[in-house]
């Protein structure tokens, strides 16, 4: 038996880690196309029908997530329009930077290398600051936010939490994380989101809502891009947002019963998973070692799943009220 | 797929951008019923209430 086109075990497949991406997604405003496109190559797709698919999938589920943080009241619009207008001038100016070392060869290996080195700092920069607050003085990423509330270069501007930050230094944000998204080629969501919450002290759900929805307006552009080449399989894309949309709920709706500490402690981990994992992936690539490559598609997907768990069971364990479990003692950062 | 590889580029890029955001609206109303319907009771199960 065959739904558009496909077996019912596929179809199946697509909705279970469609299911597993949007918990993801709606907990930390990031995860889609760095999950779906490597998955969709895995199953032999084209590479421009995966990278289109997966931005039409991201845009689809970002829409949802958007809609779920909205009825939390954990979008600050203000916010959404000033990093999308900044974003947006940042990212030509990166593909600029791009074209100039594609000209001189040294493209893949520069972009790779701040890749990694990326991921990997601000997942053990997040990571240390998690483990500082479980170390109980609870206020170690204040000080960076503290010292850029302070500075105050007009106009300044009024966002959701009671923040208070010059605007100009909201957009000067804003074009770097854009320049970074267009250098490197990727949404931007792992850095916006830890770049409003440390940089500018914006709270985590507000900094993950506000972080969705300008996904959802680079997605729709994304997708629009690749879909004028018919680059997008809409099947795909349908069953994995018939599970992503429920899954979008389950991790949005956690973000109101697991605590800001151990949010940061399940980012900085599938940061640093997603750091390995394209280390690897490149070596695997350049050396023709299948082993790293496998390795890298293990670490992808095997850190969604142990996270988008460890959140349900957060989550669960919240709901319980049960700190001292075995299970619940394992979700805390 | 859908017959909308039967209209130009531009018009085919929004119509799937289109399709996939009804989509996300169906599914975003659809499970929020269900939500609705079903959400406490599922909470209270989990909640070992």
Redesign the interface.
Known sequence: MEI??MSVLLVGVFVGFGLLIGTLFGFFGMGGSFLVTPALLVLGYPSTVAVGSGL??V???S??GA??HRDHGQVDYKLAVIMTAAMTIGIEAGKSVVFFLDATGQADLVINVAYVGLLAAVGLFTLRDAWTDDGGDGDAGVPLADRVQSIHIPPMVSFRGGVRVSGAIVFAVGLVIGVLSGFLGVGGGFLLMPAMMYGLGVPAAIAVGTDILQITISG?FG???Y????S????V??FL??GS??GA?IGAGATNLVDEDEIKGYFAAMLLAGSVAVASNKLGTVYGIDALNALSTALIFGAAFLVSAAIVLAA?CR??DDRTGRWCRLTTS | ??G??TLS??A???A??G???L???A??V??GAL?RYAGPTV?DA???E
């Open positions: 558009l086109g039409a999938f845009f689809g589920t829409v949802i809609l779920r729709a997708a629009f891009t879909a004028e080449s018919g997008v399989a809409l099947p894309v349908g947002l018939l949309a429920l709920r669960v709901l319980r | 797929m859908f909308l590889e580029g531009p085919q890029a929004a799937t951008v399709v996939v955001f989509q996300a609206l599914l975003y659809g499970y939500t909470l989990l909640g070992g």
